[in-house]
């Protein structure tokens, strides 16, 4: 059932409305295992909904979701989370608990549990990958900086090494440099782990080194997918406009 | 606007507040079942004891030892209309331990615990740290609620026996001091005259109390709308809810321990 053509998440006809607000209008989106897919996409157009639909986070209205050939909804939750690493649009780090303990989160309790001090190794060494030095470890998140806290969510995601990431606007809120590091690190992840990834990004150079394949949100639906080597030579209106950040064009500007 | 449209606004808010006490009752449930199983938060519900239990005695303290003092002055005052001045130490007592010690400290517990633990949980709904939990496969009702829900259970009844104690003693100092009573037979009045079912009402009171105040604050908390005005919202109801409904238990248990 899971041999590796199995596309590792396949989204058919996802939708989900809030109240009168149809943010999904039927959702298509096959993403290969070990490739790096990214959503582009007008802001609000529901590109952390869909993420949070794979997750289980939001439940979809109608369509369905299948992780490695399995619907979403088969099978024990757990074992289907710690398949998962995410980073959320607002990092969402624990305030409550230090930077390390944060990153080790599940390191620390639960089916991955190991002992204290590994953790804290491990997560530490997460933390320098993701360009933090040691002593940030034992701060608080409300101590850092916004592009540090993105950071600490980051390294949270890859703590424990899973199989498929989901990254939220990875990059926003850092310099260029530190842009630099954390979209080599993405497909690090993706070319040397084998990881599976989707991430969503405003930032076109991002997009440049990040993706295999591309996918384009608007209006519900998903306008144009395809490699990102066609990216630029595509056609699709929506997607030249979106690409190249022009006022005029068929996406009103405001929404 | 029909004749009927009235009678219709009063069956809406009734179906309403049916579904409001179905959906808590729901949460409590499920609550409660995470208590008792596997896996367990250990430093959660160490962390939860101390805040809960520890960090709230001097605020219970001196709520105690006034509200005694002050007891004491009225039932002095009160009772030499009809010549019953010695029976201070009796109704202070009582007063304390089946009444006041209770809902005094469970009021107490709802303005300090209720609050903070909504505030803390619409925070982190609001902030996508409940949905990262769930994604570090972690059941923030188990993570969250449970332990909380537990050191509620646990601690509160103990506070209730210390503000018990401290408010007896608050009538006492009064009534030794300015009153002209006689410490030792102060004392010896009141433990004599206690009898075990008002200490038990008072720590079966506390422990529901207890058990009130955390899970309104975890539940109006877990159920948050969006942005500061939820945290807000939710903080405001958990409150009202706590105080509303410990009042309205403390009522039910003092009918079932007393009106035998
Ligand atoms: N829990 C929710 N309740 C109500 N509306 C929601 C909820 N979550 C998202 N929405 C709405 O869904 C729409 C899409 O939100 P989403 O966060 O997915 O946008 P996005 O594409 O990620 O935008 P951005 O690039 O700005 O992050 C928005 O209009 C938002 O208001
Ligand atoms: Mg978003």
């Given at each position: ?13 996802v ?5 009168r ?49 399995r ?16 980073l959320?649009?607002g990092?969402?780090l624990?305030?409550?608990?230090p ?50 806290q ?51 990004t ?54 | ?12 808010s ?7 006490v ?43 030892l ?38 005094l ?22 902030t ?19 332990p909380?829900?537990?050191a509620?259970?646990v ?5 209730v ?37 008002d ?40 409150v ?14 003092t ?6």
């Open positions: 059932m899971t041999n590796d053509a199995t596309p590792m998440i396949a989204l058919e006809g939708s989900k409305s809030f109240g607000k149809h943010v999904l209008r039927g959702v298509d989106l096959i993403v290969p295992k070990g490739t790096s897919m990214v959503i582009i996409g007008g802001s609000g157009t529901g590109k952390s909904v869909t993420l949070k639909c794979v997750l289980g986070l939001v439940e979809p209205d109608a369509g369905t979701i299948r992780v490695d050939g619907d979403m909804h088969e099978g024990d939750r757990d074992a289907f989370l710690a398949r998962f690493g995410m959320f649009q990092g969402a624990f305030d409550s608990l930077v390390w303990q944060n990153v080790a989160f599940r390191l620390l309790r639960g089916a991955l549990k190991r002992p204290r001090r590994e953790a804290r190794e491990i997560a530490i060494e997460k933390l320098r990958r993701v360009g933090l030095t040691p002593d940030v470890a034992d701060a608080f998140p409300a101590e850092l900086s916004g592009g540090m993105k950071r600490v969510g980051l390294a949270r995601a890859i703590a424990a090494d899973p199989e498929i990431i989901f990254f939220d606007e990875p990059t926003t809120g850092l310099d260029p440099i530190m842009a630099g590091v954390i979209n080599d690190l993405i497909r690090e992840i993706v070319t040397e782990m084998g990881a599976t990834a989707m991430t969503i405003h930032d076109m150079s991002s997009v440049r080194a990040i993706a295999d394949h591309v996918a384009m949100l608007h209006d519900g639906v998903i306008k144009w997918t395809g490699p990102v080597s066609e990216m630029d030579s595509a056609a699709d209106p929506f997607l030249q406009q979106f690409i190249h950040g022009r006022a005029e064009g068929p996406i009103a500007a405001v929404r | 606007m029909s004749l009927t449209a009235p009678l219709g606004l009063i069956g809406r009734v179906l309403r507040a049916f579904a409001g179905g959906r808590v009752a729901i949460f409590a449930a499920r609550a409660a079942s995470h208590i008792f199983r596997a896996p367990f938060y250990g430093r959660e519900a160490l962390n939860a004891l101390l805040q809960i239990g520890w960090l709230s005695l001097p605020v219970v303290g001196m709520t105690a006034f509200t005694g003092g002050a007891l004491a002055l009225q039932i002095y005052s009160g009772g030499a209309r009809f010549s019953a001045e010695a029976v201070v130490p009796q109704i202070v007592a009582i007063g304390m331990v089946r009444e006041l010690g209770p809902v400290v469970g009021l107490m517990i709802a303005a300090r615990v209720t609050s903070s633990i909504a505030a803390e949980i619409a925070t982190m709904k609001v996508e740290q409940i949905d990262a939990l769930v994604t570090l496969s972690t059941n923030p009702m188990k993570y969250l609620v449970a909380r829900l537990l509620g259970l601690v509160v009844p103990l506070l026996g210390v503000g018990d104690v401290i408010g007896i003693f608050g009538g006492w100092f009064v009534a030794t001091s300015s009153l002209g009573f006689n410490p030792a037979a102060y004392l010896k009045n009141t433990l004599d005259f206690l009898e075990p079912l200490v038990i009402s008072s720590l079966v009171k506390g422990c529901a109390f207890g058990g009130i105040a955390a899970l309104m604050g975890c539940y109006h908390g877990m159920h948050s709308g969006r942005g500061a005005q939820g945290v807000g919202r939710a903080t405001k109801g958990s009202e809810a706590a105080a509303v409904l410990i009042l309205a238990a403390n009522f039910l248990l009918g079932v321990f007393f009106s035998i």
